[in-house]
């Protein structure tokens, strides 16, 4: 009897749960889809994401006449034109998701805060959860339509070729990711912030820094701590120990780590993670033909690691049968084990998954911190200690 | 009658300075309960606290049987609370408004919509019913807000200040529908600064001011202390010495607990007697020769009774209290 009982009170309460999501959400979204507004935005949108098409298609056409006019050989010009306009397409869908998802969430806690309706929710069974998320859904939602909106639009790529159905995969999965991250990340800022306003401008703080702020920091730490490097073809270390069972240890094998006298000394890469050109240049790299294109530079920059075409296949600047040394630095062997561990190693996928997964892990910190902070009598951590520390401030003054 | 809202000893701190000092509160079931004090007296932490929206420093409190501290939902789900500053979703329509709150509280679609028809019909919004919610006026919005308030059936009604910023008609109105929801069973805790406002309509009062209770009860029982508890206001002619003699007779009287002279000239006595001890008080003096321009109570009403116990000094220790004083 108590288990079922038990049973269906969680039955009732994920019930609850859900409908109190979607009670919040479809609230939202009542809201802004109201009227003409919405209609009006996702027509605009979409008009002007296909000019900035044509706009690309243009360019690209007119210097690849050009370039054949100068008697240079255009081959591919289609795909080209494609990877154009499919790199034009995913910049611009995530500099929409960088100014909208905050947009669209810094007023979410704080505006209830100001209009004084949060206690309205608050006193209801609703969890906290359930207003954080659902007013998240809601703003992702709405920025989600926009994104999604021009699916049509970037199938129109497929005409020209050059790029294959799961680089458009990719391009949405790692733009949802960050419509997701921000969001929630404006989100949070909404509830630390008692004003509407300073959490817009922290959101909006937050998104210089994350798109100029890191790749400027990067570039100065690389400044301070590179040291001159000797052009040599990438040589691979092997732990000759680790060698002593005889089996290849993929993890051990990399092709960016020089024996320790050339190896230059780099930033973390996980300065970067965060920065979504990085990782949009990185799935537009995976589309191109020439690994030496502007997206694939700014990726092997930033990591270290060749990036090849991953549309077309060619070859790729390095030795066909790459050189193994020990520590040493004497060549022990050359086997094709290692050579096809070089390879995968080269291939794309090497930058953005991570940037999409760490924007997946601040989202989600976001929403426990929202939630921390929304729910009644809930504070920061900052706060509480500041609290801690008024009493002990109040004695010495009441003493004399 | 049992109490359905009991609170013991609720203490509230914000940042140093006391909200409430130690409140004990008991309301009985199908009581109108007003809670009656000066701006800053701790009505609204009082509300927000039974609420759950404010977690209090110190002490216990519960409603309907359920803990404020260790079973919030349950309170959650009998309570309906309105609070003073309320918002209201503009970008809703007034039907939309409750459904949304219906949602909130997991209730399913029909008797959303039922429950939806009932209240507007109570709170005399039907006619309203597809209009948006900011183009009511404050009073129906303070009505929309009392519905939404009751979209759950709750059987504790907490409402802060609900009359604050309605026209005389509208709180009119406002009393007769509390009234009506007294009759469909609900107690309903009240708080105001404006004493009149809750004497016709209250069953119970407290008084509170500083976070403590200074005086509850039932309307008659307030009255009744107020009675007992009365201060005497004599304005005596004649000089310093002649009033200080005057001061020390009546003193003497075995009605009078203290004699004080007011700076302005004013003789006041803390009376224990009843009428006849006032009239026998007042002859006494007469015949030893004091010179009485006026005689009177001081306190002549609860509003009178309700200024002088929220008055600076009054029954706190050192007069510690801050001038801001009655309303």
Same mark, same amino acid.
Do not use: F, N
């Given at each position: 009897m108590t288990r079922i009982a038990g049973l269906g009170n969680v039955g009732r309460r994920t019930g609850g749960w859900f409908g109190g999501l979607s009670a919040v959400a479809a609230k939202e979204l009542r809201g802004r889809m109201r009227g003409r507004r919405a209609f009006v935005t996702v027509t605009f949108y979409v008009g002007v994401l296909a000019l900035f098409m044509v706009a690309i298609y243009q360019i690209t056409r007119q210097s690849a006449i050009e370039a054949a006019a100068m008697g240079g050989s255009t081959p591919f010009v289609s795909a080209q034109v494609g990877q154009a306009v499919f790199a034009g397409v995913l910049l611009l869908e995530t500099l929409i998701v960088l100014f909208l998802a905050p947009a669209f969430t810094t007023g979410a806690i704080s505006l209830e805060r100001e209009k004084q309706t949060l206690d309205l929710l608050a006193v209801t069974p609703l969890p906290t959860l359930a207003i954080v998320l659902g007013k998240l859904f809601s703003a992702l939602t709405w920025v989600l339509i926009l994104v999604f909106s021009s699916v049509p639009l970037t199938a129109i790529v497929f005409v020209f070729g050059g790029v294959a159905p799961d680089d458009i995969a990719r391009g949405y999965a790692y733009v949802l990711a960050l419509a997701i991250g921000l969001g929630a990340l404006g989100l949070l800022f909404s509830a630390i912030a008692r004003r509407t306003q300073a959490a817009t401008v922290l959101s909006y703080f937050t998104v210089l820094v994350i798109t100029i702020g890191t790749g400027v920091g990067w570039l100065f730490w690389q400044a301070l701590v590179a040291t001159p490097t000797t052009t040599q073809p990438p040589v691979m270390v092997r732990d000759v120990e680790d060698q002593a069972n005889g089996v290849a240890v993929d993890g051990d094998i990399a092709p960016d780590v020089m024996p320790a006298s050339t190896e230059p000394a780099r930033p973390p890469e996980a300065l970067l993670w965060l920065n979504p050109i990085v990782a949009v240049a990185d799935v537009v790299c995976g589309t191109?033909?020439?690994?030496?294109?502007m997206a694939c530079s700014v990726v092997s920059g930033a990591t270290g690691r060749q990036s090849s075409g991953g549309g077309i296949q060619v070859p790729i600047a390095v030795p066909a049968v790459p050189v193994v040394v020990d520590r040493a630095g004497k060549a022990v062997a050359s086997d094709p084990e290692v050579s096809s561990a070089f390879e995968t190693a080269t291939t794309r996928d090497a930058f953005w998954p991570q940037s999409a997964a760490a924007w997946l892990v601040v989202g989600a910190v976001s929403v426990l911190l929202s939630v921390r902070l929304v729910r009644p009598g809930g504070r920061f951590l900052p706060r509480l200690r500041r609290r801690r520390g008024s009493p002990e401030a109040t004695p010495p003054e009441a003493t004399p | 009658m049992t109490a359905i809202v009991r609170a013991r000893g609720l203490v509230k701190r914000y940042d140093g300075t006391l909200a409430l000092g130690g409140l004990d509160l008991e309301i009985a079931e199908g009581e109108i309960f007003g809670l009656v004090g000066p701006n800053g007296a701790g009505k609204t932490t009082t509300l927000r606290i039974l609420a759950t929206l404010l977690e209090p420093t110190a002490g216990e409190a519960e409603v309907a049987g359920a803990s404020?501290? #260790?079973n919030p939902d349950a309170v959650r789900r009998v309570l309906g609370f309105m609070p003073d500053a309320f918002g209201v979703?503009?970008?809703?329509?007034v039907w939309e408004y409750l459904d949304f709150f219906g949602r909130c509280y997991g209730l399913p679609a029909d008797r959303r919509r039922r429950m939806t028809g009932d209240l507007l019909e109570l709170v005399d919004l039907a006619a309203r019913r597809d209009d948006y919610v900011e183009a009511l006026s404050r009073g129906m919005q303070q009505r929309l807000c009392l519905a939404h308030a009751l979209v759950h059936d709750p059987t504790v009604l907490l409402l802060d200040?609900? !009359? #604050?910023?309605?026209d005389p008609r509208a709180r009119v109105e406002l009393r007769e529908l509390l009234r009506e929801l007294r009759a469909l069973g609900k107690t309903i805790l009240i708080s105001s600064h404006i004493l009149p406002e809750l004497e016709e309509l209250c069953t119970s009062l407290a008084i509170i001011d500083h976070g403590c209770v200074l005086a509850s009860g039932t309307v008659a029982e307030i009255e009744t202390r107020l009675r007992a508890g009365a201060v005497l206001q004599l304005r005596v002619l004649g000089d310093e010495a002649e009033r200080a003699a005057a001061r020390a007779r009546l003193e !003497?009287?075995?009605?009078?607990a203290s004699a004080t002279l007011r700076e302005d000239g004013l003789l006041e006595l803390g009376f224990t007697g009843d009428d006849d001890a006032a009239a026998r008080l007042l002859a006494d003096a007469v015949a030893a020769g004091v010179r009485v321009a006026s005689f009177g109570r001081?306190? #002549?009403?609860l509003e009178e009774l309700f200024l002088q116990v929220t008055a600076p000094g009054f029954t706190r220790p050192e007069g510690a209290g801050t001038p801001d004083g009655g309303q």
């Open positions: 191109d033909t020439s690994p030496y294109s | 404020i501290l #260790s979703y503009d970008d809703m329509k200040e609900p !009359a #604050s910023g309605l !003497a009287e075995p009605a009078v001081a306190a #002549s009403d």
